[in-house]
């Protein structure tokens, strides 16, 4: 059983076991905090909520995956704020127990989307692929069992957690597999104004024509740049559609304030659910687009 950190005020919680990539990602972000692992991100917003911990580390989306399952449906309801947002490049190793050898590999067992990620390597070695939960639970049920002919895929910090050894680095299909994670706190932190600055929010617009349309043109004729757009259906009714939507801009800046106010107008609703520095891996991927 993993021990609670003593002090909230340093700990970022994250979903998933130690050694998940959550958790890398919030080793790597934020060095100085100890990392608490919960069982759902349900569980990850409650600590933050009840003060087990200052922060929290959220994967958002992936750029192989796409979106992580049921995201957007938690955040509204989570009353907490987006105050980051964190990059994290992919990098899957082949874990197994001491003594291992490839040749020696029969099973490799990992989370559905690292198994789908490293598809033609194991396919090249003819491993047998086994679904687990997370990455991170099955570096720990590999290292519990102490069968050197299963492995699992999962980060280089699992391994040495749970004392297995990487047989191979970095397998997986696709060198460009980056997951982009959110970092949620209580209150809003939004930065200052001459920061490269990206504001998330939700809307659902009315059950009219050309609703979408009217509801966006504030944002062009502003000169709103909107990075993502995505549409998700509420409750199960095909009418009740809400849409997920970042823009490269500060709340300060009347374009946004404009932008926001022609959304409004021709919206059910708009929550806005947070303004934080735009991460560095965004600024240079727009650097060369222009």
Do not use: W
């Not at 990392?35 to 922060?55: V, W």
């Not at 519990?144 to 999962?154: C, H, Q």
């Not at 504030?218 to 549409?231: D, H, P, Q, V």
């Not at 509420?234 to 809400?242: D, I, K, L, N, R």
């Amino acid at each position: 059983m993993v021990s609670e950190p003593s002090d909230p005020a340093r700990t970022i919680a994250f979903q998933g076991a130690p050694g998940a990539y959550s958790d890398l990602a919030c080793r790597r972000v934020f060095p100085e905090m100890a990392t608490l692992p919960c069982a759902s991100f349900e569980d990850a917003f409650a600590a933050i909520r009840k003060g087990r911990a200052a922060l929290g580390m959220i994967p958002i989306e992936n750029s192989l995956a796409g979106r992580v399952a049921d995201i957007h449906h938690l955040l509204p309801d989570s009353r907490l704020a987006i105050v980051g947002e964190h990059f994290e490049e992919v990098r899957h190793h082949l874990l197994a127990v001491p003594g291992a050898t490839l040749e020696g590999l029969r099973t490799v067992e990992s989370h559905v989307h690292a198994l789908s990620q490293c598809r033609k390597f194991i396919r090249a070695r003819g491993f047998l692929p086994v679904v687990s939960a997370d990455t991170a639970g099955a570096a720990a049920e590999v290292a519990a069992r102490g069968d050197p002919s299963v492995a699992a895929i999962a980060s280089e910090l699992a391994g040495e957690i749970y004392g297995l050894v990487s047989l191979q680095a970095n397998i997986e299909d696709a060198d460009h597999n980056t997951t982009r994670f959110i970092v949620m706190a209580k209150e809003p932190r939004i930065p200052p104004s001459e920061v490269p600055t990206v504001t998330t929010f939700l809307f659902s617009v009315r059950n009219v024509p050309a609703a979408l349309y009217k509801a966006l043109g504030g944002f062009a004729t502003n000169g709103i740049n909107m990075t993502k757009l995505e549409s998700y259906m509420v409750g199960g009714a095909f009418t009740a559609t809400e849409f997920y939507a970042d823009v490269e801009a500060h709340p300060d800046e009347r374009p946004l304030k404009l932008a926001l106010e022609e959304l409004r107008f021709f919206s059910r609703e708009v929550k806005i659910l947070g303004s934080y520095p735009a991460h560095e891996l965004r600024l240079k991927a727009a650097r060369r687009q222009r």
